[in-house]
């Protein structure tokens, strides 16, 4: 093989290597997203004393979702961040299943729900 095949080969190899970490990348995006440590420090901005009790990550529709239980005042709420833009979903008290929208209004600056 001469230098022309082995530039030949060079240059696939090099497409070949572009093309399987653009895959790799955009499936990482699609579905996994931010780590539950990112999710779980975003759910937990608004709640000084609160800790997690729970949390799962789960599909719902076309949404990757972390969601997590936290124990804040006495109360329980479940929050859910979405993995892939970080953004807070929905704040639910699980008490009294009232709307959580004071942490969720102030982060995004919209009602939710």
Do not use: C
Request: charged share 25%.
């Amino acid at each position: 093989m001469g230098l022309i095949g082995l530039l030949v080969v060079l240059i696939v190899s090099t497409v070949l290597i572009v093309i399987a970490v653009t895959v790799i990348l955009s499936v990482r995006r699609q579905t996994k997203g931010i780590s539950k440590d990112y999710a779980e420090e975003i759910a937990l901005r608004r709640f000084r004393n609160g800790r997690t009790i729970g949390a799962r990550f789960t599909k719902e529709k076309s949404l990757w979702i972390w969601e997590f239980d936290v124990l804040a005042g006495g109360d329980v709420y479940r929050i859910w961040v979405d993995a892939r833009t970080s953004g807070v979903i929905k704040a639910q008290n699980l008490k009294s299943g009232k709307p959580y929208l004071q942490s969720a209004d102030k982060m995004l600056g919209k009602r939710i729900g």
